[in-house]
């Protein structure tokens, strides 16, 4: 990095910071903090959630996903705008009648305390990892390409985060997440054009889309029933609806975006923008990931992105072996760029199938080569985590990119970071004010709740540069953030919708089914036994049933003695 990278990095991230302080400095009520006096419109609202949910894994681990696999991973997201509709139309109006400051408030007025304790408590758990998760992934990544101190990058983005999140609260979240979508946005957006002058001239956008095409990495959907695939059209819209109900409509880090909402028509508007506008935007990162392979086929490419486990091997005796698969590789990189020049010249369908069904074995053996080439880092160092897919755009930005525009796309990264990590904080800050502390210690007045709530964002900033300190990277960190929700947001949602829809059913039915519910969820999850995004459906369907059997079979006479 130059010098200029340094300012275009450091300025943008200290404007963020101070601009969010000053703005929204002197919260004077509980409502002020947690709900930003309600003066939120729905275009802020609507950045706001997008920005929550895109944290630096989108931008690190989503490009990867692309490089390596294609644009199959965009159909994880199509349950999103229907899950938004169900959102607007169901959680919104129940929220916005009751006046809550929290999901789980509803809870208590629906069944009884316990049961909201208990849904608060599954929240705090899955977020607080999730927090740490969100400041670990890039400082892990930084820390590996740039040679950074991993715990001070932990601490750094953890404390940039606390300064203003503890300071203006929901108003600050908000207020910053726009300026950070608009430099996300202009980041990304530069990146793809970049990529595309970069090819070879006689190259066109239409030739780098048939290119990625002729490999597989333009296959968008999946129509096949095969558990053992993670994205298909079926988990998208089945799995992905339920997750996406979940986190949007019952996680106090999504839910506090839009209780800030001046009316309930803003707060839905708010959300159908985020429906609208949240699978062309992962598809377009997707793209961005599917156009660096592209870019990689005419030009060298590392063997192996994590410069950490490249560093194992070449200490190591089996140096001189990777050596070997890297010399490998450049002769295969030499073939493969001539034969992408010819296909994009080529005038006949005949000569191009031809040229793509070649291709296709060069990246098949390229693969393999990679796949070689991890068996050696584990050799090497048994230890060493061999996945490399969050390592790939960070490589290709500090490689490729002129100076000044490397700062801003790190700039880019940090600010997902701390966006998402600043509706998280603030959440779980919220939660734990009002639905533990106020809750069992009532009667003070609102600027001691004020205090307390940010004694409380503090405490989990903390915990979350603990977690962050602590943990380690995963198959892919996008991924794991995804799976840590799957497990615990099925059976949270279905506690919701029996409060909704079943009235059937009370409290001490649904606090022992969520109970069991949870120990099976994790116990499914142990062995492997379905692809993650099903625990959603799974989760939320178990905890109704037993609720309701449970009811039947077990709490009616209590229930109906109390009543006479």
Not at 121 to 144: E, K, N, Y
Not at 171 to 195: D, N, R, Y
Not at 253 to 282: D, H
Not at 464 to 491: C, E, K, M, R, T
Request: charged share 15%.
């Amino acid at each position: 990095m130059q010098q200029i990278d340094w300012y275009v990095l450091g300025g943008t991230l200290l404007f963020i910071v101070l601009y969010g302080t000053w703005k929204t400095r002197g919260s004077k009520d509980v409502t002020d903090y947690f709900k930003g006096g309600n003066q939120a419109n729905w275009w802020t609202i609507g950045l706001s959630v997008m920005a929550t949910q895109a944290s630096a894994i989108t931008f690190l681990s989503t490009p990867g996903q692309a490089f390596h696999d294609g644009m199959g991973f965009v159909q994880f997201y199509f349950g999103v705008p229907i899950a938004m509709v169900i959102i607007c139309l169901v959680f919104i109006p129940i929220y916005h009648r009751l006046k809550v400051f929290t999901a789980y408030e509803y809870l208590e007025t629906r069944f009884d305390v316990k049961t909201r304790t208990l849904t608060a408590i599954l929240f705090l758990i899955q977020r607080g990892l999730a927090a740490g998760i969100t400041i670990f992934a890039p400082a892990i990544i930084l820390s590996a390409v740039l040679g950074w101190n991993l715990t001070y990058l932990n601490i750094g983005i953890g404390l940039l985060v606390i300064i203003y999140t503890v300071s203006g609260g929901t108003h600050a979240v908000s207020v910053t997440q726009k300026q950070q979508m608009a430099v996300i946005f202009f980041g990304m957006f530069i990146a793809f054009l970049l990529i595309l002058n970069y090819l070879p001239l006689d190259v066109s956008m239409t030739d780098a889309f048939e290119i990625a095409g002729a490999t597989g990495k333009m296959d968008i959907l999946d129509f096949s029933f095969d558990f053992e695939n993670r994205y298909t059209i079926w988990s998208g819209l089945i799995g992905g609806t339920f997750l996406a109900l979940s986190y949007f409509g019952t996680d106090q880090s999504q839910v506090q975006r839009y209780l800030s909402g001046r009316s309930l028509k803003q707060s839905q508007m708010g959300l159908i923008m985020n429906g609208f506008l949240k699978v062309p935007m992962q598809f377009f990162i997707l793209l961005v990931g599917v156009m660096v392979f592209v870019f990689y086929q005419f030009n060298t490419s590392p063997l192996h992105f994590n410069p950490a486990g490249v560093e194992d091997v070449m200490n190591s005796q089996y140096a001189s072996q990777y050596e070997t698969l890297q010399q490998e590789k450049r002769a295969l990189e030499t073939e493969l760029s001539a034969k992408q020049i010819s296909y994009a010249r080529a005038s006949s369908t005949t000569e191009r199938e031809q040229l793509a069904e070649e291709i296709s074995v060069l990246n098949t053996s390229e693969e393999q080569l990679r796949e070689d080439s991890k068996k050696l880092i584990k050799k090497a160092n048994p230890e060493a985590e061999t996945n490399d897919k969050d390592y790939v755009f960070i490589h290709f930005i500090l490689n490729n990119l002129p100076t000044g525009l490397i700062g801003l796309l790190l700039a880019v990264i940090l600010s997902a970071a701390m966006s998402s990590t600043a509706s998280e904080l603030n959440a779980l800050g919220s939660t734990t004010s009002i639905d533990l502390y106020k809750r069992n210690v009532a009667g003070k007045s609102e600027k001691h709740y004020v205090h307390a709530s940010k004694w409380f964002t503090l405490l989990w900033g903390l915990i979350a540069i603990g977690v962050a300190s602590i943990a380690n990277l995963f198959d892919n960190l996008i991924q794991l953030v995804n799976i840590i929700g799957s497990i615990f947001y099925g059976n949270v949602l279905g506690i919701f919708l029996l409060a909704f829809f079943i009235k059937y059913v009370k409290s001490n039915a649904t606090f022992v089914a969520a109970f069991i519910t949870q120990a099976v969820i994790i116990y499914i999850w142990w062995i492997d036994l379905m692809p993650y995004l099903w625990l959603n459906l799974v989760g939320c369907a178990l905890v109704m049933v037993l609720a309701l059997l449970l009811q039947t079979v077990f709490f009616k006479s209590n229930e109906n003695s109390e009543m006479s």
